[in-house]
Nanobody, 114 residues
Framework: QVQVVESGGGLVQAGGSLRLSCAAS????????MGWYRQTPGNQRELVAR???????TYADSVKGRFTISRDNAKNTVYLQMNSLKPEDTAIYYC????????WGQGTQVTVSS
């Protein structure tokens, strides 16, 4: 089993920045993909960004140029630096750890006020 714990959400004004952190623990592996997804009421969970253990990144078009994902493999930790936040970025952000199975965190609320 893998445990995934997020931190760093909150309330910010449009144009501001937030940094999310996520740590995976338990039966982790040196080869894995970690990422961030978000969900708003009535909508499906969508990919925000993900990063493989060798550093390959993928971003949703809506966040390219504003968000940056990074990871510390030694700590099994992934970060999401979110800049130039917009009200439409408001959502619950979930951390994902994938290695054969998907493991999810409990989610952290990000609210961007206009």
């Amino acid at each position: 089993q893998v445990q995934v714990v997020e931190s760093g959400g909150g309330l910010v004004q449009a144009g501001g920045s937030l940094r999310l952190s996520c740590a995976a623990s338990g039966s982790t592996d040196s080869i894995s993909t970690m990422g961030w997804y978000r969900q708003t009421p009535g909508n499906q969970r969508e990919l925000v960004a993900r990063i493989t253990s060798d550093g390959t990144t993928t971003y949703a078009d809506s966040v390219k140029g504003r968000f940056t994902i990074s990871r510390d493999n030694a700590k099994n930790t992934v970060y999401l630096q979110m800049n130039s936040l917009k009200p439409e970025d408001t959502a619950i952000y979930y951390c994902n750890y994938y290695r054969l199975y998907n493991y999810w965190g409990q989610g952290t609320q990000v609210t961007v006020s206009s």
